[in-house]
């Protein structure tokens, strides 16, 4: 019965229908689902074969489009239920999409999970040029940057970023997380990060074990 609940989510997303996919989280979260598993099953599979059929050209942006808004609308119903048990803060995050990425569905994924854990999230949008992190950091003083980026055109901003956090004098003051589709441990490392995740709810795992650096 939930698999097929699952089945009607992905499709949903697929299909870009926004009150499917809304409704099929609900139903799923009122049959008991695991709000983790609708999260991984339901709609990240959805997003991954959006992205594969783009790249065969079977489908092309106004599809994608839509189909992130699905998805959207889905994570809306879902949210409380991924950021549930917070506590007291136990660290400050900030947290963007590098400039010239608009991509923040994960993004927006790995804020949840972190709030879930227990962070305060200040989540700074989309195209986030380097000097608006920089003074995001002034002003907020947080234990941890996180920085999102899902075009290997767009990557090579975090390096940016961290440049202009030394050369502001803060890098010290900062742990720097990255991740996104086309970031790999072995970029983070180039390009002076502190740590890279590969999934939102191993970038909350990460953001605590940070904190105890
Ligand atoms: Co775009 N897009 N897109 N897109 N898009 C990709 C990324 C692409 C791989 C599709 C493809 O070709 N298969 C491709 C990039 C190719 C490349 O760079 N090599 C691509 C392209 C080319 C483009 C445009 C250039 C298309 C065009 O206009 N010709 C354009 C660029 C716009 C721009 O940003 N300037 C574009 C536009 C769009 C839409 C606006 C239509 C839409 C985004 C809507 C939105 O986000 N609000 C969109 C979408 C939806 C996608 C795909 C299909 C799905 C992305 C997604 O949301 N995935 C994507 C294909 C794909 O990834 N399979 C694609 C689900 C999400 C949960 O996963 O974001 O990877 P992800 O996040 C994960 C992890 O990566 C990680 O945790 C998350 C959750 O587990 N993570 C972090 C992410 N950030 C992290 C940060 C961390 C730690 C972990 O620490 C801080």
């Known amino acids: 019965m939930l698999d097929d609940v699952l089945d009607k989510i992905y499709e949903s997303i697929l299909d870009g229908d926004a009150p499917g996919a809304s409704e ?69 995050v900030i947290l963007g999409t590098v400039q010239g990425d608009l991509h923040d569905i994960g993004k927006n994924l790995v804020g949840m999970m972190m709030e879930g854990k227990g962070f305060e999230v200040i989540d700074l ?6 000097a608006k992190f920089v003074e995001a950091i002034r002003e907020h003083q947080p234990e941890i940057l996180g920085m999102s980026a899902l075009l290997t055109t767009t990557m090579t901003s975090m ?30 490392e180039s390009v002076g990060a502190d740590r890279f995740s590969p999934d939102a ?3 909350a795992n990460d953001a605590l074990a940070l904190m105890q650096m």
């Open 24 to 92: 099929g989280v609900q139903e799923a979260l009122d049959l008991g689902g695991d709000p983790s598993v609708i999260l991984n099953q339901g709609m990240i599979e959805a997003m991954g074969e959006v992205g594969a059929l783009y790249e065969a050209q079977e489908i092309f942006v106004p599809e994608m489009l839509i189909a992130a808004r699905a998805m959207k609308a889905g994570l809306t119903i879902l949210r409380p239920k991924l950021v549930e048990g917070g506590v007291e803060p136990i660290g400050k």
């Open 159 to 188: 390096k940016t970023v961290i440049e202009a956090l030394k050369e502001a004098g803060l890098r010290e003051q900062v742990k720097v997380m990255i991740g996104g589709a086309p970031v790999t441990g072995a970029f983070a």
């Open 201 to 203: 709810s191993a970038a």
């Open 125 to 130: 949008g989309t195209d986030v040029p380097h």
